[in-house]
């Protein structure tokens, strides 16, 4: 069976975005982070967007600018398979995306037995949440940023349950963030 993986960079004080969204916080550059990120994009798997996350990518990756700047990662994005959920778009012009409009859950557990690497999902926090409830994340790789906002938009807005995690991984980068690597404890 496929793992679900989370991969989201998150601040000191637990958010994913600013209370308008914005991530610039995120887009540190230096040599060590810049060839973490150009080897995670380099693999495989299947990228799962909410509809905000994935109108931020389709606005970014695909352009002239992305591959100027970011050329492995850009590569990788457009390359990899897409879905994104959504109730409101009509279609998903990104290279390799299919858009579902029905049921998350029963998408995701059909995504998950279907033969092929892994699954990934950025950002997406409604996603996330709704996901984690039903049990269906093997692992958050969480990117902690030495960065404070007050308040913001966190991944886990709306869990109703406990959501107990045991650390798996660590490593620090020379730009102070810190991967943190968790499973769902049984």
Not at 18 to 23: E, I, L, P, Q, S
């Amino acid at each position: 069976m496929r793992k679900l993986i989370v991969f989201n960079q998150m601040t000191l004080d637990g958010y994913i975005a600013d209370r308008n969204g914005d991530m610039s916080w995120a887009h540190k550059k230096d040599a060590e982070w810049n060839a973490f990120v150009a080897d995670n994009a380099r693999g495989g798997g299947q990228l799962l967007f909410g509809r905000i996350t994935y109108e931020l990518m389709a606005s970014y990756w695909p352009t002239p600018l992305a591959m100027q700047h970011d050329p492995v990662v850009a590569a990788g994005m457009n390359r990899l398979p897409k879905v994104v959920f959504s109730r409101t778009l009509d279609k998903a012009s990104w290279n390799n995306t299919k858009l579902v409009k029905g049921d998350m859950v029963a998408a995701v557990r059909t995504l998950k037995k279907a033969p092929g690497q892994d699954l990934v999902i950025f950002g997406s926090g409604s996603v996330v949440s709704q996901l984690a409830q039903e049990g269906l994340i093997d692992e958050y790789q969480i990117v902690v940023n030495p960065v404070v906002l007050g308040r913001g938009k966190s991944m886990f807005d709306g869990i109703k349950k406990k959501l107990a995690l045991r650390l798996t991984k660590t490593r620090t980068f020379g730009n102070g963030n810190v991967l943190l690597c968790y499973e769902p404890m049984a």
